[in-house]
């Protein structure tokens, strides 16, 4: 069961731009929601998070939305940068088991 | 570097063969989970111990079995190996036991291959 879903695998985005990646989820009992990012032959590594009982949360030039009525989180990066070229993965957390999204392939085009 | 060590970075084998991957936290992490991703999935969480013990349990086939020794690295046993298992294996550590997510370093991950 995929209760966390990423609907786009890729992204293109001038540098410059806003970057807005997706992501939608079914269980209402996830009770707090992350973004990652992914390099080639490398682990994730943590961007930003987001507690359930928020509803944005902000760092630097990266911004995460959660419409909990909606169960979607959105991650916007302002002004995106081709630094941040690749694969961006959301998850979400229930009683400490996290459940991830297939990943977005952001591409920041200069 | 996040401080996290897998190996080994390869691993070819077949059908119905077993596997070891090993993980190495980072100095002092209690925790450690395990994750497989397989092509064009997500991460899928399998596992995790803290200092020692089993703590969280995700979909964790049977047929794969985790430990976490007194020196805190740990190992993550796949037996019986089908095709579908094929996947890029990833370890996390955290210094707590209940983890926010945030405080998790991944390592580098062990892809393997089931031929």
């Known amino acids: 069961d995929q209760q966390v879903k990423q609907n786009s695998p890729s992204l293109s985005v001038q540098e410059g731009r806003i970057s807005i990646l997706n992501c939608d989820y079914t269980n209402s009992m996830f009770d707090y929601f992350l973004w990652y990012k992914k390099y080639p032959a490398e682990g994730p590594t943590f961007l930003i998070s987001?507690?359930?009982?928020?509803d944005k949360n902000e760092d630097g030039r990266f911004t995460v939305f959660l419409n909990k009525s909606a169960k979607h989180l959105s991650l916007h990066i302002v002004p995106s940068q081709p630094g941040d070229s690749a694969v961006y993965f959301c998850a979400a957390r229930n009683f400490n088991k996290f459940y991830f999204g297939s990943g977005t392939k952001l591409n920041v085009k200069p | 570097d996040s401080g996290v060590t897998q190996t080994p970075k390869h691993l070819i084998t077949a059908t119905g063969q077993r596997v070891t991957l090993r993980c190495s936290p980072r100095s002092g992490d209690l925790s450690v989970y395990w994750y497989q991703q397989s092509l064009d999935q997500g991460l899928q969480f399998l596992i995790q111990?803290?200092?020692?013990?089993?703590?969280a349990k995700g979909n964790i086939l049977e047929r794969f079995s985790a430990q976490q020794f007194p020196d805190l690295h740990s190992e993550l046993n796949l037996s019986s190996l089908e095709l579908g298992d094929s996947a890029l294996y990833f370890c996390?550590?955290?210094?707590?036991?209940?983890?926010?997510?945030?405080?998790?370093?991944f390592g580098p991950g062990t892809r393997l291959t089931v031929l």
């Open positions: 111990y803290y200092n020692g013990e089993e703590r």
């Open positions: 987001i507690s359930s009982i928020k």
């Open positions: 996390a550590s955290s210094a707590l036991r209940t983890s926010g997510g945030n405080e998790q370093f």
